[in-house]
């Protein structure tokens, strides 16, 4: 896809065609143009990790992730946070019949926490992004076991013109069975970046997420001096 221009209206009655994906629901934007994500944790999920987490979608973006009051009444529209066993975010964006769940646990790993928040944003993986057989092959015969062969499946996304990074906090780093690769760098100046960008302690939202998700809320003018945790 890319090029795709949407008018204000057409982009309004799109909210859900979002690398971010074509079924993706977006949270809503305020009057503000602020994306306000309440939130709220069960279970002890390890703040040490998430909130720096939280606060790295927000910085140099429109949305807030801003913790319920134990009082205040749920609805649907919320994120719930759960300590697991796994790795999991239910849907990409809002799930429409309850909470959007997002399940963490320490081995999820510095960048994992960040990924699993960037789905609850909608976004979907970046090695299912529409284009991407210009920049990866996949060898689906390299699976890890246990891996669904649909993590690996090519998506209509709307890439919002964002160029395939392989800095992605979406992207996987194509390890495969038995050190075999499922996913190959086609510049191998990136296969090193693409293995180890969302492993490390400093892995961050990659600059290209950012744009994207600016554009996906529509605030992709927003400044980093607008900041305010
Ligand atoms: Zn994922």
Redesign the pocket.
């Known amino acids: 896809m890319g090029g795709v221009e949407f008018s204000p209206m057409t982009l309004n009655q799109n909210a859900a065609t979002r690398n971010i994906w074509s079924k993706s629901i977006p949270w809503p934007i305020g009057a503000d143009a602020m994306v306000v994500v309440p939130y709220r944790c069960e279970g002890a999920v390890n703040l040490t990790r998430l909130e720096p987490a939280l606060r790295s979608w927000e910085k140099e973006t429109c949305v807030r992730f801003r913790e319920m009051a134990a009082s205040e009444k749920l609805h649907d529209t919320y994120l719930l946070i759960r300590a697991s066993t796994h790795c999991t975010?239910a849907t990409l964006g809002i799930n429409p019949s309850g909470p959007t769940t997002v399940d963490i646990f320490d081995a999820c790993g510095y960048g994992g926490v960040i990924?699993?928040l960037g789905?609850a944003l909608g976004f979907m993986?970046e090695q299912c992004r529409s284009d991407r057989d210009k920049y990866v092959i996949i060898h689906l015969e390299n699976i890890r076991k246990g891996v669904p062969a649909y993590e690996y499946s090519l998506k209509s996304t709307n890439n919002f013109d964002v160029p395939f990074d392989y800095t992605s906090i979406?992207l996987y780093s194509g390890a495969g069975e038995n050190g075999t690769r499922v996913m190959v760098a086609r510049n191998p100046l990136f296969q090193t970046v693409m293995d180890y960008a969302q492993y490390l302690p400093t892995a961050t939202p990659s600059f290209m997420n950012i744009k994207t998700l600016n554009r996906n809320y529509r605030c992709d003018n927003f400044a980093q001096s607008d900041y305010q945790p």
């Open positions: 975010t990924h699993e789905h993986h979406m």
